[in-house]
């Protein structure tokens, strides 16, 4: 399989991964895809940078790219200690009442509780940026949309591409008007923010609304070359992928082996649910008690971003730590149901493309 | 295009389409696809016979099917008095006041209110169902997943094959140890009684779960030639399209010109929601000032099917009367966005023909 897009970023296969291992992303690279390494998870701006190191030492000269969340208006931001005081009194009663029911440890007191994850601030957000561009990226993907466009012109300064994510014809359309380089269509199915029109139906009307100009790569829904091969003929130039990866023996590399994983593991496509409650706005995760316990009569309404974030942020350290597969806060796609085993990134890369050929041989039996 | 299903069918293009029209049915089979006639219209089964027998006579000999609609476990029938007891004040009340305050006028008095939709009754099922034996049909669909197994053995006594709708791999799996012939994997993002799994995700599932033993069809999100041969692409053996078709210059002539078709039209792929208030179980709606009223406050739940039905069919009566475009009552899939012109069906089916080649010749520059 080959794309313009592969051309203009530098792979070999159309396929790109996004995760939040480097030890993924790195290794998506590696087979020959793009690993686009999300940097929500660093708080702290020389981490990253310590990480994008270490990606261009792994990488083996392949491209990578990194993957931002950054809403397209700039919040009114206050410092860390303003945005703790809009969190009302109730839902913070609430976490703590639905923790303990769950049976969720408290932290020990010498972890470093003010670890909540603040990538989700848009200085934050910036200052990855500030990183990504001291390094060799190919692309910025924005999880919100289009970045500011002084984010826009620095990165084409750079010589480095920038993709948002849209859920609708029309925000795609604002995207490429705005100067986003390639627009990812993010179906309904999909893991984490996603909007309510199916990748079936999204990735032709974003391919109608902006593919003459800038390539569309589909997302939601793909763990199998089926799924490549199908994205491809809905006119997809690629296909995105990011829950699939969750059961790599590389993202254990990373993030250690969990009970977050087995939950994966275990779960079918119906197990997961579209919620508020991860972040603010609708995010699609794996359906569990966490989950349920925020659907219940007495639960609050999610706060907005980042409030919501901040918000769960010691319940996620705390679920995290626990390591109950019944009690996991984890973003993940209708794709779960797929996800029975932990391989290699570079076997299901191979997996992909072989099943991806298979089809096209198939497809040219009933053509 | 042409798969195993189109020899076990006898026609020409694996497109299946669904549709209370007769027109369309027909137009359908005679373009080579396969008319799958909705029943659930027909409350006195002499008229289904009789649209039979013009079927019959506008098919040009070519192939088409029946759609009922019947739950797999029989419900314990009252005669119409007694469902109409157990419907609480409450609901009539607020259907009452609903209409009133969207401006929906009461029928006339020369106005049959009796006319209920009764296809959702079992018995009526039945009824449709010994009608559909006496004619030449080659499939009888059911809306609702298998039907009981006596009427599995009498189509197959009369050469008739059975399909029947499964949201889940679980249910295929159910539908085809019953003896069911065909699977219809309908996706999220189908118009009427629709699950939580996108196509994109269901099919190649259903495929894997009972592909080998019989076809399936990809329903949910086709309207175009690229979704059809995504679909292909998915593992499916043929498309079953409901939606598109009522967008056609043939559905008018059975059903009249109307404010629902406008409504349609001007919708985009935002504007469907699902909702247990068109038959008690959840079915994706056209969005309207009659849908947004059932998701207020104060609106009650909707009762389980039948009696959904019944509470509702004197207000579609009156709602398709008024002839309101901001106050429809109709089952559409997502893929109403890219019904934005009414045309003959014979145009659709070359259309979907054609840009599948054209998909098909695309995938050829890449794969």
Same mark, same amino acid.
């Given at each position: 399989m080959?794309?313009?897009?592969c051309?203009?970023?530098g792979?070999?296969?159309?396929i ?9 992303a790195a290794?998506?690279?590696r087979?020959?895809?793009? !690993?686009v390494?999300g940097c ?5 701006a020389?981490e990253?940078?310590?990480v994008?190191?270490w990606?261009?030492?792994?990488t083996?000269?392949?491209p990578?790219g ?9 919040p009114?931001e206050a410092?860390d200690v303003d945005l703790?005081a809009?969190i009302?009194d109730?839902h913070?009663?609430f976490?703590?009442?639905t923790?303990?029911?769950l ?8 972890a470093?509780?003010g ?7 848009? @200085?934050?957000? &910036?200052?990855h $940026?500030?990183v990504?561009l001291k390094h ?8 919100l949309?289009?970045p500011p466009p002084d $984010?826009i ?7 480095v591409l920038?993709a948002?994510?849209?859920?609708k014809?029309?925000h795609?359309r604002?995207?490429?008007d ?6 990812v269509?993010?179906g309904?199915?999909?893991?984490g923010h996603?909007?309510e029109i199916?990748t ?7 391919v109608?609304?902006v593919?003459?100009e800038v390539?569309v790569?589909a997302? !939601?829904?793909? +763990?199998?070359? &089926?799924q490549?091969a ?6 997809a @130039?690629g296909a995105?992928m990011g829950?699939y990866?969750?059961?790599?023996k590389?993202y254990?590399m990373?993030l +250690? ?5 087995r939950a *994966?593991l ?12 991860y972040?603010?706005?609708p995010a699609?995760l794996?359906?569990?008690r966490?989950t349920?316990a925020? @659907?219940e009569q007495?639960a ?5 971003m980042? *409030?919501?974030n901040?918000?769960? @942020?010691e319940?996620?350290? &705390?679920?995290?730590?626990?390591d109950?597969?019944e009690?996991?806060s984890m973003p993940?796609?209708?794709?779960? +149901?797929?996800?029975n085993?932990?391989?290699?990134v570079?076997?299901v890369?191979?997996d992909l493309?072989r099943?991806?050929?298979?089809t096209f041989t198939r ?5």
């Amino acid at each position: 399989m080959r794309t313009a897009l592969c051309d203009r970023l530098g792979i070999e296969h159309p396929i790109i991964g996004f995760t939040p291992s480097e030890h993924v992303a790195a290794a998506i690279s590696r087979a020959g895809g793009l !690993g686009v390494l999300g940097c929500v998870r660093f708080n702290d701006a020389d981490e990253l940078d310590a990480v994008l190191d270490w990606m261009d030492e792994n990488t083996g000269g392949r491209p990578y790219g990194v993957d931002v969340v950054m809403p397209s208006t700039v919040p009114a931001e206050a410092a860390d200690v303003d945005l703790e005081a809009m969190i009302p009194d109730e839902h913070r009663e609430f976490v703590r009442r639905t923790l303990t029911s769950l049976g969720v440890p408290e932290l020990p007191d010498d972890a470093a509780k003010g670890d909540a994850v603040l990538g989700w601030l848009h @200085s934050v957000a &910036r200052s990855h $940026v500030d990183v990504a561009l001291k390094h060799p990226v190919k692309l910025i993907a924005n999880a919100l949309g289009s970045p500011p466009p002084d $984010v826009i012109g620095r990165a084409h300064e750079h010589g480095v591409l920038v993709a948002a994510l849209a859920g609708k014809a029309e925000h795609a359309r604002r995207h490429v008007d705005k100067g986003v380089d390639i627009v990812v269509a993010q179906g309904h199915e999909a893991g984490g923010h996603t909007g309510e029109i199916a990748t079936m139906v999204l990735v032709p009307e974003i391919v109608d609304a902006v593919g003459e100009e800038v390539p569309v790569l589909a997302a !939601g829904g793909i +763990g199998s070359g &089926r799924q490549v091969a199908a994205a491809l003929a809905l006119g997809a @130039s690629g296909a995105w992928m990011g829950s699939y990866w969750l059961a790599t023996k590389e993202y254990t590399m990373t993030l +250690g082996e969990s009970a977050m994983q087995r939950a *994966l593991l275990a779960a079918d496509s119906s197990d997961t649910v579209r919620t508020r409650i991860y972040t603010g706005k609708p995010a699609r995760l794996l359906k569990t008690r966490w989950t349920d316990a925020w @659907s219940e009569q007495d639960a609050p309404s999610p706060l907005p971003m980042p *409030l919501q974030n901040i918000l769960v @942020s010691e319940a996620h350290q &705390r679920i995290m730590r626990s390591d109950d597969p019944e009690v996991v806060s984890m973003p993940v796609g209708q794709i779960v +149901g797929r996800m029975n085993a932990v391989r290699d990134v570079d076997e299901v890369m191979r997996d992909l493309l072989r099943e991806a050929g298979e089809t096209f041989t198939r497809l040219d039996g009933i053509r």
